[in-house]
């Protein structure tokens, strides 16, 4: 463990620290880095912010893009102060980060009440398998958009 990805887990679990002893949000922190220098830092604000997608790192990711003016933070490196869920694993991916370093497991975070067993879980099952309903309509309908994207010259790919 080289003393960089140590000072940057460092400020990562300070920031979950802070807000496990405050009102500030869930035990949760994270950075991005670039090049070897801060990018983007935050905290989980579920919440102060009624926010159930405002994790560390979907915080962290949405600042880094802001910072970098880019939704691509490719040569980019997350740490994390506990395993990323799936929702941050997701954005994670989306975001095109580069490496994802984390403190403690999702065994560890189950024990203190942040379990995400049970999304995993559901990954795993058929649509109609799934505790949360979902039921597909119209269709056919639903390509136009997909249909215009392919269709416009001037997207911008992502």
């Known amino acids: 463990m080289d003393k960089e990805n140590v000072e940057f887990m460092k400020k990562a679990l300070e920031i979950a620290s802070g807000n496990a002893s405050t009102q500030g949000g869930g035990p949760f ?6 090049d ?26 949405r600042n880094a893009c802001k910072e970098l003016k880019t939704f691509d933070l490719s040569g980019c490196v997350l740490y994390t102060s506990c395993e990323p869920c799936p929702m ?14 984390y403190a403690a497991g999702r065994d560890d ?4 009440g942040f379990s995400d067993a049970f999304i995993y ?16 309509i119209m269709e056919e309908e639903g390509l ?15």
Do not use: M
């Open 88 to 101: 941050c694993l997701s954005a994670s991916y989306w975001a095109r980060i580069g490496r994802i370093y």
């Open 121 to 136: 879980d559901q990954f795993d099952l058929p649509v109609n398998e799934r505790s949360l309903p979902a039921e597909r």
């Open 36 to 61: 070897g220098k801060v990018v983007s830092a935050a905290g989980n604000t579920v919440t102060p912010d009624n926010d159930p997608t405002a994790h560390a790192e979907v915080n962290a990711i």
């Open 144 to 158: 136009q958009p997909f249909e215009l994207w392919l269709r416009n010259e001037n997207k911008r790919a992502y």
């Open 109 to 112: 975070a189950a024990k203190a």
């Open 29 to 34: 922190g994270a950075v991005i880095v670039k």
